[in-house]
């Protein structure tokens, strides 16, 4: 059924997600207090885990079946907090076609000046606002429509479901969660980008090799490739970075752990 079997891994790592925020809230009031912020946190990478299988799988589609793919669409949209469709439509007919420009929502300049974790919250509250006002402008189809309702209606089932289970308990894990894992997702796309030369084919966002953050976050760090080739599959993009970008890229651009940059230039720069 898979169009790659490197997506053993995407089916495994979203399983986990979905077991972690299940877990966490039937669980919840059993975790001790000054461990919950932890818990939360893990909670946070696991949703931004999984917004990248999200990406990833609305780029080229995991199954080769569609009625397979729509099932992966409806439990990423429960996982992430946010529709499969909308995210899909917003990455590839507003990122992907204007990043190089203004016109991107998610554009770094968003971030204004300044340094440190500051900067990273003004863009997030500038992103964040400025996708929410113009998405309804985006001209998709009839049936990314029907999808998007189908896949409301699940996501309210979902949380309802939860709340009714256990109102505090759901509203503290989800809300956590999804905002969260939301708001990791906004400030990569950040660091990818900023103050690149995104008119550049090969110095149009930063690289990160590191090898297990690529093996946890599907090779998110190769974004440079991504870019150059959208219907590349994720578990390429290494070697053709590898065989045709790392010589040809700024060595400033390139890196080794998006998390250490990411505490190194937004936390503690």
């Given at each position: ?192 980008h900023d103050h690149c030369d995104l ?18 976050f599907l090779n998110h760090g190769f ?15 290494r070697q053709v970075h590898d065989s ?26």
């Amino acid at each position: 059924m898979l169009r790659n079997s490197a997506d053993i891994r995407s089916i495994g790592l979203l399983a986990v997600v979905l077991g972690l925020e299940i877990s966490v809230v039937v669980n919840f009031h059993q975790i001790p207090i000054l461990l919950l912020p932890l818990v939360l946190f893990i909670l946070m990478i696991a949703v931004f885990i999984a917004t990248l299988i999200n990406h990833n799988h609305r780029h080229l589609s995991v199954f080769h079946q569609e009625w397979a793919n729509k099932i992966l669409n409806y439990a990423l949209t429960v996982a992430t907090g946010a529709p499969s469709t909308r995210l899909h439509v917003i990455h590839m007919l507003n990122h992907h076609r204007c990043y190089r420009t203004t016109d991107d929502w998610s554009h770094y300049s968003l971030a204004g000046d300044g340094t440190g974790l500051r900067r990273t919250l003004t863009y997030y509250v500038n992103a964040a606002l400025r996708i929410a006002r113009n998405r309804s402008t985006l001209p998709i189809t009839a049936a990314d429509r029907r999808e998007l309702r189908m896949e409301y209606a699940i996501f309210f089932l979902w949380l309802l479901g939860w709340l009714v289970f256990d109102f505090f308990a759901a509203a503290v894990v989800f809300a956590s969660a999804y905002l969260g894992g939301q708001f990791i997702l906004l400030i990569a796309n950040l660091i990818n980008h900023d103050h690149c030369d995104l008119g550049s084919p090969f110095n149009l966002a930063r690289t990160f090799d590191s090898r297990w953050e690529n093996w946890l976050f599907l090779n998110h760090g190769f974004h440079v490739v991504h870019h150059r080739r959208t219907t590349l599959h994720w578990s390429k993009l290494r070697q053709v970075h590898d065989s045709h970008f790392r010589n040809k890229s700024d060595p400033n651009l390139q890196g080794h752990s998006f998390l250490a940059y990411f505490l190194r230039h937004y936390v503690l720069g």
